[in-house]
């Protein structure tokens, strides 16, 4: 069902079968295309948008996740990117976040749900990057077949940011992506890629992190702590080059993101430690 519909109700995010959070929203758009999208207002969240029953983000805490997956790997490269990859993304706050870099010559986007893109430019405009700039190409294209078709060494960075690996993102977690990845990114480039909430589903970072330490030398797993999900949120970092993880080349300062981060988003738990090295004290 498209359109706007009114009326405060109560609806639950499932987490587990008798888990799920709660929120008090107005039902703004619904529709079933390549995955079901849902935007609600909330009077504390504001508009957030939900994929396949799961909220993606709030417009109250959005900047958090965002800044993370663009400034963290930013900082970690030997200067300012100038060319950048990314795969999703469609809500269009990477690209804001990217934007705010002067040095940015060239971002090439590739995201595989038009209607994502659409709404968001309609609902969450004040988040996202502008397309119009000339800087950007923008394509409606599966990740993984955007990434075959472009260069060898092409790019500083390649940001992923998708869903969980289900549905139209289960190819973006698998060891022919990863390859692809290492393939197009410069000796000395950054990836990354959101790994879900290890603490609600440790399965993705546990099988994630295997396949792409199989290909990149250098794989760092990072966490923040984003309010709307309730917990922190895994990031898979990887490179060609050791780099200084704690100590970051390029400094950035945002609305949450600072190069001291970088000592909080590296240190891991011991539960975390053990989904990716179960031998690891």
Request: glycine letters at 8%; one cysteine or more.
């Amino acid at each position: 069902m498209g359109g706007n519909l009114t009326g405060q109700f109560w609806w639950r995010e499932k987490i587990f079968k008798d888990f799920g959070h709660s929120y008090s929203v107005e039902l703004v758009y619904e529709e079933r295309d390549l995955q079901k999208i849902q935007i609600f207002r909330n009077p504390s969240w504001g508009y957030f948008l939900v994929l396949d029953g799961i909220v993606q983000f709030t417009e109250k805490d959005e900047y958090i996740y965002h800044e993370t997956i663009t400034f963290l790997p930013a900082s970690l490269l030997p200067h300012p990117p100038e060319e950048v990859l990314i795969i999703g993304g469609g809500d269009g706050g990477v690209l804001k976040e990217l934007q705010k870099i002067s040095e940015i010559k060239r971002v090439v986007q590739f995201e595989i749900d038009k209607k994502v893109f659409e709404l968001s430019q309609k609902y969450f405009f004040k988040i996202s990057g502008d397309y119009y700039d000339p800087r950007v190409e923008f394509h409606i294209k599966d990740g993984l077949l955007g990434l075959k078709e472009s260069p060898t060494h092409g790019y500083d960075l390649l940001i992923v940011d998708c869903t969980d690996p289900v549905g139209p993102a289960k190819t973006l977690y698998t060891q022919e992506f990863y390859n692809e990845a290492k393939r197009v990114l410069k000796p000395y480039g950054v990836f990354i890629q959101q790994a879900s909430l290890p603490v609600y589903f440790p399965h993705v970072l546990k099988e994630a992190y295997p396949l792409i330490k199989g290909i990149f030398p250098y794989v760092k797993v990072a966490r923040a702590y984003v309010p709307c999900y309730g917990e922190e949120i895994a990031f898979l970092v990887a490179s060609c080059e050791e780099k200084d993880w704690f100590n970051p080349l390029q400094r950035f300062f945002g609305k949450y993101y600072h190069p001291g981060l970088n000592h909080y988003y590296f240190s891991l738990s011991a539960n975390w430690l053990k989904l990716i090295s179960p031998t690891e004290e």
